[in-house]
């Protein structure tokens, strides 16, 4: 099984936006972005830039027939300035020209006076100046407050989690061409088709159904085009309704990165209560997230981090606040984990402190508290079919982990210059939309007359394979090979109302559609072919495309089979809609099932820290996950291991850097760092659970966002090494750990001639 996309991917053959083949008189549309972070726009002056040849429109706010206002779950955010501008490089101005060039070229021309503002980067200075998004949000379990007398131990502290760039390989982008009658079909690179739908047709003041939306794939999202697509496509779109010309906008990978948000960066305060024995008995925390300049998806990425502020662990205590600290940066917004990465991020912090001050090593810490089957979560779910035990087990055993640490401490005790380090890093991640509305999917399947078949559901195809497994499990039902389906684009004319492909769902959601939308179509065929060879419908199946009668192939083959049910005029086509059944949550008290399931996992990382350069390299990452019964492992190892690989690059080289104007200065790959393939693990080693998902559609369960949080771990094997370099040293709990920070931590405060020359040298390559 392969995810039949990548012989198309590999050839160069594969279509994105900026590939597709443009009509004739079609316009092209550069992003006119703010100097300044924060400011009143005094003065525009666009008359040069509109002087020169080739130049079409500069287009403004005041061009908007609609209304100016992009904001989803919180209606603060303009798509082009209008007296304002809220963060570094936000779109006042759309220059529309006969090329790309010449745009940019003009853009350039552009002249524009800003009275300055107070520029606020720091998430902890807005909360102090009370420059909020919306109020704080606590999710509480428990009796805290009556919790600490009962702890042994009691561990306060602070910890920040740094941001992170999507460098999705293709850029957001949009092409609209406006059709007759005033409607539009726009062309996306979203994961929200109806996000930009809705977003179009406010800012133009159509209704929806004047607004065809077109996906065919995207060379990756990671969260980044759940709802920061939008703006593009709004803009090409009010483009093409000035000029009544097809228009497209992509973004220059510059642009990109200083235009849009990243994973939010968090700086958050612990407080952990333990007995002696190394049971956890409270948690209080507060997580201040920079939330950039608008709210865009940062309350629902909030809530995220308090669902997930315990982790893979049993805590009967919880009280966990979350701020939404509006600062000058774009919006920051949905990345791979939403907002659970930065919260798992802190109790494992807090673990680790714990550990420190009790002189117990992290994992008996861990390993102690991991959930158990009917454990209540803080927000009053019961885990149910839990395995965090089960997979920090088989974790253990197969990888005969506990030899490897004796190992690790030999090579330590042998090694001056070079230090390992370990680490485990238990997940539980819950699945479903946190906004419980948004778990629903619709599919449309069918079958043409030469018994060939497409289907388009709400997914997008982002590199995940959610379309290849939408295929396996229609092939399933119908009994027909994956060579006679066809994906077709996603479009909001086939399929209405769709959520985003996000939250891990995608394959859930929407394979459960066309699993239904192919069962109506099945019973169809099985009662045409029961009647066609007069056989008891019972007794009827279909597989590899021929007819069976009691499993045995009769004479009827599929295409006939299809061809003679349509000349008895039924209906070879079927659309169905899926909503995830038993998931509630009440948003008053905070409590509820907002989870269909929860995905397990264990991984177990070691490094090796040079302690001369504060360099590192990942030995291993063992990984026991629970993939519940795969549809397609291929796809599945990938998703894991892209995921690891990712999680880990945000802890440690992914560093987002603004400086204190607000101004971007990772705003390349040359000052941006991402992993390669000689960062990545030497040796990856992630294993499948091999258990089914009693609720998942064929058994299986999500990946795409899970694993990811592995990558914690790496965080804190570099530390371990390091204390090993330096016994007894504690450390302030800040990612991403850079190579930089490695060595301040190596030899802050330390005299080095002395350290060094205490040093015996042994030969290392
Ligand atoms: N894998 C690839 N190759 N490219 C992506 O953009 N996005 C991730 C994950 N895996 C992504 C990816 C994110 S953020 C999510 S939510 C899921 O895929 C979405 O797809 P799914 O719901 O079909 O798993
Ligand atoms: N998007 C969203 C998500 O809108 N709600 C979620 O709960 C979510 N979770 C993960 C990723 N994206
Ligand atoms: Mo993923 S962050 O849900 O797009």
Not at 127 to 135: D, E, G, R, T, V
Not at 536 to 559: A, F, N, Q, R
Not at 594 to 599: E, G, M, N, Q, R
Request: glycine share 8%; with cysteine.
């Amino acid at each position: 099984m392969k995810n039949y996309d990548i012989i198309n991917h590999v050839r160069g053959e594969s279509q994105f936006i900026d590939d597709l083949n443009v009509p004739q008189g079609t316009l092209f549309a550069t992003v006119y972005g703010s100097p300044s972070a924060h400011g009143k726009i005094l003065n525009l002056d666009l008359s040069e830039a509109r002087a020169i040849k080739g130049v079409k429109d500069i287009i403004t706010y005041v061009d908007i027939p609609g209304q100016n206002q992009i904001g989803g779950i919180i209606k603060d955010e303009e798509l082009l300035a209008e007296h304002e501008v809220h963060f570094m490089q936000m779109p006042i101005a759309l220059v529309v020209a006969e090329s790309e060039f010449i745009a940019r070229e003009a853009a350039r021309k552009i002249k524009i006076e800003i009275e300055q503002y107070e520029v606020i980067t720091e998430p902890r200075e807005a909360f102090a100046k009370n420059k909020l998004i919306a109020p704080p949000r606590v999710f509480e379990g428990g009796n805290v407050d009556a919790a600490w007398a009962q702890c042994d131990y009691i561990i306060e502290g602070d910890c920040d989690s740094g941001g992170q760039e999507h460098l999705y390989l293709e850029t957001q982008g949009a092409f609209a061409i406006p059709l007759e009658g005033g409607t539009f079909k726009v062309i996306s690179s979203t994961q929200g088709p109806t996000a930009v739908q809705r977003v179009a047709s406010n800012v133009l003041g159509i209704p929806m159904n004047k607004i065809e939306v077109e996906v065919l794939r995207l060379g990756g999202g990671f969260g980044g085009k759940e709802d920061q697509a939008s703006p593009w496509a709004g803009m090409a779109a009010l483009c093409a309704y000035k000029l009544k010309r097809p228009v497209k906008l992509i973004l220059p990978r510059h642009d990109d990165m200083r235009m849009t948000g990243k994973r939010h960066p968090y700086s958050s305060d612990y407080k952990l209560g333990l007995k002696a024995d190394g049971t956890i008995l409270a948690l209080e925390a507060t997580y201040f997230q920079n939330s950039g300049a608008s709210a865009d998806l940062s309350p629902a990425v909030l809530d995220r981090t308090l669902f997930h502020a315990a982790n893979a662990y049993h805590i009967p205590n919880v009280r966990v606040t979350g701020v939404m600290c509006k600062t000058n940066l774009p919006s920051n917004t949905a990345f791979r984990g939403f907002g659970g990465p930065q919260g798992k991020f802190v109790i494992e912090a807090a673990i680790f402190k714990a550990s420190e001050v009790m002189g117990m090593p992290a994992y008996e810490i861990q390993k102690k508290n991991l959930l158990k089957e009917n454990d209540e979560f803080h927000f009053g779910q019961k885990a149910k079919h839990c395995r965090a035990r089960l997979s920090w087990e088989k974790m253990e055993e197969e990888f005969k982990v506990y030899d490897r640490i004796s190992a690790i401490e030999k090579y330590n005790s042998e090694n001056d210059l070079m230090k390992k380090g370990y680490a485990f890093m238990p997940i539980c991640f819950g699945i479903s939309f946190t906004n419980t509305l948004m778990n629903q999917a619709s599919a449309l399947v069918n079958i043409y007359t030469d018994g060939s078949v497409t289907f388009t559901t709400a997914a997008v195809e982002m590199g995940q394979g959610v379309n290849a497994k939408i295929k396996e499990i229609i092939s399933r039902m119908l009994g027909i090979s994956h060579d006679s389906i066809k994906t077709e684009p996603t479009n909001t004319s086939r399929n209405a109302n769709t959520s985003p492909t996000a939250a891990s769902s995608g394959a859930d959601l929407n394979g459960n559609a066309a699993k239904i939308a192919s069962s109506i179509l099945r019973d169809r065929l099985l009662r045409s072919a029961a009647e066609e060879l007069k056989l008891p419908l019972y007794e009827i199946s279909i597989k590899d495309e021929v007819v069976c009668h009691k499993g045995e192939p009769t004479e009827l083959k599929w295409h006939e089979l299809i061809l003679r049910t349509y000349n008895k005029r039924i209906s070879l086509q079927a659309q169905a809609f899926y909503a995830t059944p038993n998931i509630f949550f009440d948003r008053v008290t905070n409590k509820g099932d907002a989870f269909f399931y929860h995905v397990y996992g264990t991984a177990y990382i070691e490094v090796t820290v040079d302690c001369l350069k504060g360099t590192y390299q990942f030995n291993a990452v063992k990984v026991m996950h629970d993939f519940g019964e795969s549809l397609n492992e291929v796809i599945d190892r990938g998703q894991a291991e892209g995921a690891i690989i990712q999680g880990l690059g945000w802890m440690t080289l992914e560093e987002v850097i603004y400086n204190k104007d607000g101004r971007l200065l990772s705003d390349l790959l040359s000052t941006y760092k991402v992993p390669d393939i000689h960062f990545a693990p030497e040796d990856m080693d992630v294993r499948f659970l091999g258990l089914p998902n009693p609720v998942g559609i064929m058994g299986t369960k999500a990946i795409g966002e899970p694993p990811l949080m592995y990558g914690i771990g790496g965080y804190f094997a570099i530390m371990n090494a390091v204390k090993a370099f330096r016994p007894g040293a504690s450390f302030k709990i800040s990612s991403p750990y850079t190579a930089e920070k490695v060595l301040m931590n190596l030899y802050s405060n330390v005299n080095i001639d002395e350290k060094i020359s205490s040093l015996s040298v042994t030969e290392e390559k």
